[in-house]
């Protein structure tokens, strides 16, 4: 009996192998079946489908009933006048300017000085009041033209740009841009309390704008709300906001210095 252990063991160590090799052959999984596999991916792809098909179909069916996918009404066939006041009121609201100093980062003001170099005075006498222009160069470059929702008389590059501008509002908030409307634009006259210096509006190179027709209030911090975005607009496109101005005045666009040399460097100005 003192062999036994032994003699156990080494059955052990002899039936090991065959174990192994029926345990690889009657437990291991076999391949999968390509042919099986695909039909079970396609399966798959073909109830994502369904399932798109499905949502699709339920957006179709919400718009068809007048509601937008994020649960707003979207515009009437027929105007209603209540959902027209509320998008007006939202637009004209007036809010806080955030980080108003920082709403030019990026872009340079382009000072009187500057103004005054690369296209000299307007005119000679100015005064607080807005006179023609004299100077043929800065003439020549005039126009009065509709740039989508407002008219105005500026430069021609910057009623190209402008009309960008707005180009894009129209796409990205066609209920704003609806709203949009004109303070001025061109206006010959120095800057009030200066001598002889031109404001950047004697250039034909800046523009006022308010929402509904409400003036907004100057140097309170404050602003439309629609101004606000369209702030984010006129940037893109390489103008100022006057709401970055030490004396705050958000009606206010102006083209930045960066616009007009790459307007110079392309032979625009």
């Not at 009996?1 to 002899?14: D, E, G, Q, R, T």
């Not at 649960?71 to 998008?87: F, G, K, V």
């Amino acid at each position: 009996m003192k062999f036994l252990p032994s003699l156990l063991i080494a059955l052990a160590v002899l039936a090991a192998p065959v174990i192994w090799h029926l345990a690889k052959t009657y437990l291991t999984p076999p391949p999968p079946d390509p042919l099986i596999s695909f039909e079970a991916e396609l399966s798959l792809m073909r109830a994502q489908i369904r399932a798109l098909e499905e949502r699709v179909d339920g957006l179709d069916a919400r718009t068809a009933l007048g509601m937008a996918t994020d649960d707003r009404q979207l515009e009437p066939s027929t105007p209603n006048p209540a959902a027209s006041d509320s998008l007006r009121d939202a637009f004209a609201q007036v809010v806080l300017i955030a980080n108003r100093r920082k709403a030019n980062d990026g872009l340079t003001v382009a000072s009187p000085t500057y103004l005054r170099e690369l296209f000299g005075l307007p005119r000679e006498d100015l005064t607080d009041e807005c006179q023609p222009t004299t100077n043929p160069k800065i003439k020549d470059l005039l126009a009065l033209e509709e740039v989508g929702p407002i008219r105005v008389h500026m430069m021609r590059p910057a009623i190209v740009s402008i009309r960008q501008v707005f180009a894009n509002v129209q796409v990205f908030e066609p209920e704003l841009y609806k709203r949009i409307k004109s303070a001025g634009s061109l206006c010959v006259r120095r800057i009030r309390g200066s001598e002889n210096s031109a404001s950047s509006h004697a250039y034909g190179l800046a523009v006022d704008i308010n929402i509904d027709g409400v003036l907004d209030s100057l140097a309170d911090g404050k602003t439309q709300l629609g101004l606000t975005l369209l702030a984010d607009f006129f940037k893109k496109e390489g103008w100022i906001w006057g709401a970055g101005f030490g004396r705050e005045d958000s009606m206010h666009f102006e083209i930045s210095r960066e616009k007009l040399t790459q307007w110079r460097r392309l032979g625009l100005i």
